[in-house]
């Protein structure tokens, strides 16, 4: 049973382009949370997906950054224009649903860096 | 508002030694707690949770933790410590948000350093 997957594992941009990470939930699971970390912090929530809809992006910055779980394919998270400070690794995380008992399990992450 | 607290940033301990990561949590409501590992350069890998029920729970590759509701602690712990627990370790608390969702509020994670 594959876990959750990620790609790429690591993406370099330079400022002022785009970057698209890809995620991959658990068989089955249908419930999505995008977290950053930074170096040498905890992770940091972003957003929480399901399938076709967007249920909390409280942790989102307002502006560049958005994220999609459509109804095919895997969720998407997006940073346009880069800056150097978006540089992070970014983990997705998957939950069968969203009840408070569930457990998420995250996948390897994709390390952004950006020059 | 919800949120765990991971007082040491690095514990050190000998193998064959029992190890402890201490993390205390604030809540409102019924607390639900979370242990992880990352291992560098890899993802979170999940260890154990609190939902409800014994106070001592057990989790992966040897590990248990027991919560403590008058000291608000969620101690991580192992009695024999092997080389290859040396990771980064996080605790986390379940937050659900005035949308109903339940996201994750991370500690700041402790390096835990197992010494030959």
């Known amino acids: 049973n594959a876990g959750v997957m990620q790609n790429p594992r690591h993406l370099v941009r330079r400022r002022g382009q785009e970057a698209r990470l890809r995620c991959s939930p658990m068989?089955?699971?249908?419930?999505v949370y995008w977290y950053r970390q930074l170096p040498e912090e905890g992770l940091k929530f972003m957003v929480y997906?399901?399938?076709?809809?967007?249920?909390?992006e409280s942790g989102m910055p307002k502006e560049r950054f958005s994220a999609e779980f459509p109804k095919e394919g895997p969720s998407i998270l997006r940073i346009q224009q880069v800056v150097r400070g978006d540089s992070a690794a970014y983990f997705c995380?998957?939950?069968?649903?969203?009840?408070?008992?569930?457990?998420?399990?995250f996948g390897p992450g994709t390390r952004l860096t950006v020059l | 508002a919800q949120s765990v607290a991971q007082p040491e940033d690095q514990v050190n301990v000998a193998e064959g030694n029992p190890l402890t990561v201490k993390c205390t949590y604030s809540?409102?409501?019924?607390?639900?707690l979370f242990w992880y590992v990352q291992y560098p350069n890899r993802g979170l890998q999940f260890l154990l949770k609190?939902?409800?029920?014994?106070?001592l729970v057990k989790g992966s590759y040897g590990f248990e933790a027991e919560f403590n509701k008058s000291q608000t602690s969620f101690h991580l712990k192992k009695p024999s410590a092997l080389v290859s627990d040396s990771a980064l370790y996080f605790c986390?608390?379940?937050?659900?948000?005035?949308?109903?969702?339940?996201?994750?509020?991370f500690g700041t994670g402790t390096r835990l350093k197992v010494l030959a």
């Open positions: 986390a608390v379940r937050d659900m948000s005035t949308s109903g969702t339940y996201k994750y509020i």
């Open positions: 809540v409102s409501g019924n607390p639900y």
């Open positions: 609190y939902i409800t029920g014994d106070n």
């Open positions: 068989k089955g699971h249908s419930h």
């Open positions: 997906l399901q399938k076709e809809n967007i249920i909390d």
């Open positions: 995380a998957s939950s069968l649903a969203g009840a408070h008992t569930d457990t998420q399990y």
